[in-house]
Structure formats: C-alpha cells, structure tokens
C-alpha cells in the first residue's frame, strides 16, 4: 500500500482500447444526445451497441450474466473517457450505472436473470421513478402507492420529473406499500412496464431544453415478481445506494472538453490585432478552470476508489457532487466572461461562437446544484454524516 | 491508484503527531517564539533532527534516509497541523533540495551531512523588493567574475530564516539581460561573509523573513552551485517541491482549523443547543471538509509525480499551491466564523493558524501567479 495516483498496466490498456473506439465511433451527434440528456435515438442506440459487440462494456459485471467480474474501476474509466469526449454517461446509464447495481444487490435470482444481462449489453433503459411534487429533497414524504392485492400490487399517483421515461422501457418506482408505517419502513422499489396500461407520461421541458416528465399512475397493476427485494425496504434501497450512484453521475472528466474547447478559442481568437492568450486575465480564468477540474477529479478517484476497495463511504461521493456542481456554475461564468457579449448566442445563431455550447451549459448549469439532491441537503449530509456534527 | 500511506508513512506521520504535540506545547509558546528572535528552541531543533527528518529527503550516502517527496508531505503536513514554527523548511528544503539538485560531489558531502545531523542551517536568498516574484528570470541581484571570486551586490528581500542561516544559497545574475532565462547563477554564501546586512521583518505570521542586503560580498569561485549561468532550471525545481512541501502544510494547517472549529461547534451552546446543530453552522462545516478534502489529493498527487519524475508535475504543482492556498484562506476564515468573537482573541489558537495561511499563500507564489504557471502548461 502506498500512494498512488495512476492506473494499473491492465487497466491502462483497457483505458487505451476504450480511448481508440471512442474516437473512432462516438460522432458528434450521439455524443450531445448524451450531453444535452435528449435521450438515446436509433444512433445512439447502435452506438451503445457496438460498445458492446467491441466487448468494452460490461467489465465489472458479474461473470454469469455477460460481465467480466472484474472491479467497478473499468465502468469508471469507462465514463471517464466518455467524458473526455462529450458524452456525459454510457449509453442507457440509468439503467447501466445506477439502477443496475441495485438489482444485482438486493434483486432475486430470476429478476438479476431477467434484467442483468440487458443491462451489462447497454440494450435497456429505465426511468427513475423518485420525485413526486410533494417529495423532492424530501423523498420519504411521498404520497403514491402501491396496494398489495394479491396477484398484484396496484399502483396509483404521481411522480415527477421522471426524465429518461418518454423513451425508456421500464420505471423504476419507489411507492408505498405501508401506509401505516414511518415513510423510512413503508416504500418498496418496483420494476414498471414504463408503457403499462394506466399509465401517462406527459413531457416537461427544462429551461436547457432537455425533456424530463410527470408520470401519472392510474390503477397499473404492477406483477408481484417485480418488487425489488423486500417489500418495504426501499427506502433504506435508495439510500444505499445513492453514494454509488453519485460515484457513477458525478464525473468531473466531462469538463476537460470545455477547457480544451476553452484553450483553443483564446488561441485563435484575436483581440485587437492580439491573440486572446496572451491577455493575462485571460490566462488567470482559464487556468483557474483547469485548476478546480484537477482538483476535483481528485475527489471523485478518491471517492470511487473507495468504492472498488470496499471501503465504506460517508459523505465522500456527497463532496464530489456539491463541487463538481458548483464548480460547473463557476466555469460557465469565467467562459462566459471570455467570450464577452458573444456569450450570449445560442447554437444556430449568426456570430455563435463555440457552436453555443456556452450559451447551452449556462442553461444547463442551473440545475446541477439541484438534481440529484440539492448543494443544500448535500452540505447538510457531509456535516452530519462526515464530520459527525448533530442533527438539527 | 491507492490513496494510502505506506506503513512507515504512517510511522512517521504517528511519530510527529507525538512529538510536535509535546514541543510546540500551547499558544502562549507560539506566540513568544514568534517574539523571540530566533524564532524556534534548540531542543526543538535538536529532537527534530534525532528524528532522522532533517536528512529525510537526502540519500543514506549524505547523512540522511533516502526518503520520498511522497515522505517529505506526510511529514510537513504534520508540522503545518503543528504550526510548527523554524527554519525546518528553509534548512531542508530550500537549502538541502538546492544543494542536492546542483551541487557537486564534494558539496554534497560538505553540506548534506550536516544538514542531516541537524548542525547547518540554510536559506535560499531569491526574491527581491522591485518584484517580489519567484520567477528566476526576473532576478536583478548581480555577481561579477573577479579572479578567484564573485563580488555580490544588491538586496533580496522575503528571504526565509535568514536570521538563523549560517549558510545561504543567493541567486544572482551573472550575464545576460534584466528578464534572460539564461544567466543565473547560485551561490553557497557564508552568512557571516563580510558586507552582509540583515533586517529582520515584521510579518503578519511572526515568522521571520529578512531583508538582506549584499555589498560587495566576496565568494569563492568555488561555491558556485551548479553551472554557471544555468540556475533558472535548478530554482524552478526547488520551487515545485517548495510549493507542494507548503502545500502539505497548508493542507496540515487546514486539517486542524477543521478539527478545532467542528469540536467547538459539537460543544458551544448558544439559543439552548449545541451551534454545531444550526445548519447555517453545519454548510460552513461542510465548507470546510470539502475545501479540505480536495486540498489532501491535490498535494499528494503532486508530490507523487514529482516522485515519479513526471513532466506533468510543474502543471500539478502550480495547481495544488493554486488550490491549497486559496482552500486553506478560507477555511481559517470559516474557522473564525464559528469560533465567534473568542477566536479573534490573540490567545486563541485561531490566529496562529490564521495568520500563517495568509503567509503560505504568498511563499513560493501567490495563486496568480501559480495560475500563469497553469496557463502555460496548457499551451496558452
Ligand atoms: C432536470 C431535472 C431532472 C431530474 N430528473 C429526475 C429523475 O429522473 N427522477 C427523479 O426522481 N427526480 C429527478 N429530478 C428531481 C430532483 O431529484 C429534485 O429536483 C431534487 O431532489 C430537489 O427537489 P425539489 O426540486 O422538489 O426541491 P425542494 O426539495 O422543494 O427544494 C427547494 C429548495 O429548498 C431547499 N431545501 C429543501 N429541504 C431542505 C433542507 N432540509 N435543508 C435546507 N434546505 C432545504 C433545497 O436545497 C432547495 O434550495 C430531476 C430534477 C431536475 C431539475
Ligand atoms: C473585538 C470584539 C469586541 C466586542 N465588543 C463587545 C462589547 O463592547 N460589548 C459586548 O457586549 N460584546 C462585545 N463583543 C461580543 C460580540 O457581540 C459577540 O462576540 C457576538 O455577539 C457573537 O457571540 P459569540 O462570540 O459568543 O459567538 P457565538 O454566539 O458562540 O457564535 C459562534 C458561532 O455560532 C453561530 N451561531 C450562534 N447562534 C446561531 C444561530 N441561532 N443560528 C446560526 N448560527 C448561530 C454564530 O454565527 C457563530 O458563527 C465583542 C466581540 C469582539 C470580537
């Protein structure tokens, strides 16, 4: 044991072989599919194939259904040179790098058997069931439920900003099946058709303009075998798994494009008669960006590094969200800065620079200190969580 | 990738913990050492170097333990979460680093061992008061060829324990214009040469940083330190591992505001509850943990490539000094916040932390100027 910041031979190679497909197959259009989270079209459906056929995908997974078992450091590199490319996920990454992980913890046999392998093939998506308009930081206080009756369970209410289940195939949906009981002891996860009878989805459509939605239930009868592990032990599901997943989300490489993209634009663009590099506020802005992109990548190694060392995570994953979120705001802001009053063009716009890509992560950029978990409910976890300071 | 120390490191980190704890005792002891003019006690001085740090960084063949820079961080964060006060730093690291970057054999063997047995104490005299900046190339300090010596002129100012040098190394320029890369030379000067004056200044911290004035300072030809004219790339080694060793200690420095605020805030009852319980309180806690944490990573990741002799690590340097510098300003700020109107008082541990963040933001440069490092790494 000693410290060490690279990678081993083995995954070095692995890094090399993803690097090579990628920039070979990852086209512009599948990549902002992924950035802009418009959701998978046919490309980006056959994209997420052939990272399949090109047995890149799936190397953490388990042996038996069609992974190589080794650890989750492939899946990070993985996302991180996706990342590095523009492409902020794998492709299907609900299902891929959150959803999946909890079926093959707390699924039984035949659900893993069902789902697992899809999954590791990148072939299917999910919609992520949580928020409802009453629960949104406060997850526990939500209102749908799903009534045991015997064959079935039947679900009724309302969830809201659902955002991959306009084109996913199933819902993953937290609901209660406890009426009675504390919120904590009374929600189960379910798997949902995501085109069941009795169920509507109706498109919201964000300020970035991004699609996400409101899903209403109206008497779905959900099939008993798709209830995730225990009845009534969702919650405490959710919440194991919500470090991981922000391990898996959270990815600070995503960022390298825009300081590239950053780079070369002060490069080639002029200025009176003088390049825009070589003014040293310029400079100061664009170095500043890459300085807190370093180190945050650094957080989120740590963090994931935990994780594939089993080690049990506090707070660690909560840091690389809060900042890598922040940090996002704060990198808009210097870009903008740079480009001055071109900032403001949008993609398709005369004199757009950049092809608006500014202009786009500037609207984006509200939503990454609320998504996910708000900066507010984060610092609140790594107070109390990580520094062990008293609930209040 | 592991993010562990190896066994001895945590050895040495244990060992440290121990004995600065025992030797750097209490506030009333920082704040006479911060009087005194020396500035640090000779039993400190000498359990340190029983400790083997001294040599710590130098190979076995000089007096020292073969040691890795990965090594030298662990323990310098250990002496910024002592606010060790001294001239460790300078001795080691600006003398020591210099001398075995540049040196030749038998000035290895003259200084290294000594340094390492903790008899020889050191400095590096580079920056000066028309710029105050660590680029080498800006140096105006000249030396010129007289027979068997270089005659010295002219002022260095911020240089480090200078005070309680008995040896510094000066850089100077000895051909070349104002601002050439080419043309710096470094010298091995006795502190007690004749037509040196020394000014100790009143910093913020209490640390002691000097003026020193050079007239007409004779030295040997033979204590140039590396080739003539070729000492920009020795200075800009010294200052990377300078700049990740402070940030080491930035990030110690950090780590005990940290703890010191986050137990008060567990502990301080105001409107019938612990503070720590007012989430106003807690986001300026989680402030502090997430600025900490980054700094940890940064520094060790930059000590690491410069272990492994990578071209990248002038890049992480220049991004960890950027990082820990402003990471470290503003957790002592939030530390203060939580301390309420008792940590202002000049009695309180507070300000003894406080005031050295300020100091290690400024030593071997400012996060500007560490950003134009960046820049340039980055091909702007
Ligand atoms: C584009 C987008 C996509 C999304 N996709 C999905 C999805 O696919 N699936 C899904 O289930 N959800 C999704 N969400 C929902 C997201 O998880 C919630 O928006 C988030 O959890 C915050 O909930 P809220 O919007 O109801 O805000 P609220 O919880 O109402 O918060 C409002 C404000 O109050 C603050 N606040 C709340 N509680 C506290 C507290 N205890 N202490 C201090 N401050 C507090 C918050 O920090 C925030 O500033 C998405 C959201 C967005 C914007
Ligand atoms: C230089 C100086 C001169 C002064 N002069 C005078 C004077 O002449 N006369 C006089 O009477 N007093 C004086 N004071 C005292 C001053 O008014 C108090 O320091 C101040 O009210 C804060 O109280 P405290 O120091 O006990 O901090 P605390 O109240 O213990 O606060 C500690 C921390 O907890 C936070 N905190 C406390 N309660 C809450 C809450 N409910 N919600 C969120 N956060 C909370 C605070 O914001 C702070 O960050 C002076 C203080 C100083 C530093």
């Known amino acids: ?392 | 990738m592991d993010f562990t120390y190896t066994d001895d490191q945590k050895m040495l980190k244990e060992a440290a913990r121990r004995f600065l704890a025992g030797a750097c005792p209490n506030v009333e002891w920082y704040l006479e050492m911060e009087k005194e003019e020396k500035g640090y006690t000779p039993a400190l001085w000498n359990g340190m170097a029983e400790l083997g740090w001294m040599g710590i960084l130098f190979p076995e063949e000089y007096g020292g333990i073969g040691g890795s820079m990965l090594d030298m961080v662990t323990l310098m964060e250990e002496m910024g979460y002592a606010a060790l006060p001294g001239p460790y730093f300078s001795t080691v690291i600006l003398g020591g680093c210099t001398i075995l970057t540049a040196g030749s054999e038998a000035q290895k063997q003259e200084f290294l061992p000594k340094i390492a047995e903790g008899s020889l104490r050191m400095t590096l005299a580079l920056t000066e008061p028309a710029t105050t900046q660590y680029n080498p190339s800006l140096i105006t300090v000249k030396a010129k060829a007289e027979g068997d010596s270089y005659v010295i002129d002219g002022i260095k100012l911020f240089v480090p324990d200078a005070n309680v040098a008995d040896w510094m190394i000066v850089a100077a320029r000895t051909a070349g214009k104002d601002a050439d890369r080419d043309g710096i030379s470094l010298f091995l000067v006795d502190s007690k040469s004749p037509g040196i004056a020394m000014t100790l200044l009143k910093t913020v911290a209490g640390d002691k940083q000097c003026e020193v004035v050079f007239k007409k300072v004779k030295v040997p030809k033979a204590n140039l330190l590396g080739e003539p004219g070729k000492g920009f790339a020795v200075i800009e080694k010294t200052l990377q591992i300078a700049a990740v060793a402070k940030c080491a200690e930035m990030l110690g420095g950090s780590n005990k505001v940290m703890e010191l605020a986050v137990a008060y805030a567990k502990e301080r009852v105001q409107f019938g509850k612990a503070i720590g319980t007012f989430q106003a309180v807690q986001h300026l806690c989680a402030n502090m943990k997430m600025a900490t944490e980054q700094s940890i990573y940064i520094t060790y990741k930059a000590a690491w490539m410069i272990d492994q002799g990578m071209p990248e690590a002038r890049k992480f340097a220049a991004v960890a000094k950027t990082w820990v510098s402003e990471a470290y300003k503003k957790v002592a700020l939030i530390g203060h916040q939580i301390f309420g109107g008792t940590g202002y008082i000049v009695e309180h541990a507070m300000p003894i932390y406080s005031r050295r963040a300020k100091t290690g933001e400024y030593a071997f440069g400012n996060p500007n100027y560490q950003r134009e490092i960046v820049a340039q790494e980055l091909g702007l």
């Open chain 1, 1 to 392: 044991m000693a410290w060490d910041f690279g990678y081993t031979k083995e995954e070095e190679a692995y890094r090399q072989k993803v690097a090579a497909f990628l920039d070979k197959e990852l086209t512009e259009e599948i990549a902002r599919q992924n950035w802009e989270d418009l959701g998978l079209d046919k490309e980006g459906r056959a994209f997420g194939n052939k990272l399949w056929e090109s047995g890149l995908l799936g190397w953490s997974w388990p042996v038996e259904y069609g992974g190589k078992g080794l650890s989750p450091v492939y899946d990070f590199i993985l996302i991180d040179e996706l990342g590095k490319r523009w492409s902020a996920h794998v492709p299907n990454d609900v299902a891929y790098t959150m959803v999946g992980h909890t079926i093959l913890r707390r699924g039984n046999d035949a659900m893993k058997k069902e789902f697992i392998p899809r999954i590791v093939r990148g072939e299917i998506e999910f919609g992520l069931g949580y928020t409802e308009p009453e629960a949104g930081s406060d997850l526990a206080n939500m209102k749908m439920t799903a009534i045991d009756q015997g064959d079935y369970y039947l679900v009724n209410g309302q969830k809201t900003f659902n955002t991959e289940s306009h084109y996913s195939d199933y819902h993953w949906l937290a609901a209660k099946t406890d009426l009675k009981a504390s919120p904590y002891k009374g929600i189960s996860l379910f798997i949902v058709d995501q085109r069941a009878p009795g169920i509507t989805i109706r498109p919201m459509i964000t300020m970035s303009g991004e699609r996400t939605n409101e899903v209403f239930y109206d008497d779905v009868k959900v099939p008993k075998n798709r209830l995730v592990g225990e009845v009534n032990k969702g919650f405490y599901y959710m919440m194991e798994a919500l470090m991981s997943e922000r391990n898996y989300v959270f990815t600070p490489s995503r960022y390298y494009p825009y300081l590239n993209m950053l780079v070369d634009y002060a490069k080639k663009t002029t200025y009176l008669g003088k390049p825009l590099a070589e003014d040293p506020m310029v400079r100061q802005k664009i170095a500043q960006i890459a300085v807190e992109i370093e180190a945050t990548q650094l957080l989120s190694d740590h963090a994931r590094w935990m994780e594939w060392n089993h080690q049990t995570m506090t707070c660690e994953p909560e840091i690389t969200k809060v900042v890598v979120s922040e940090m996002e705001q704060r990198m808009v802001d210097n870009a903008m800065q740079l480009l001055d009053q071109y900032c403001q063009l949008e993609e398709g716009s005369k004199y757009a620079p950049l092809k608006g890509r500014i202009e786009w992560e500037f609207l984006h950029s509200f939503m990454t200190t609320i998504g996910a978990g708000t900066s507010e409910v984060g610092r609140t976890v790594i107070a109390t969580r990580g520094l062990g300071l008293p609930r209040g």
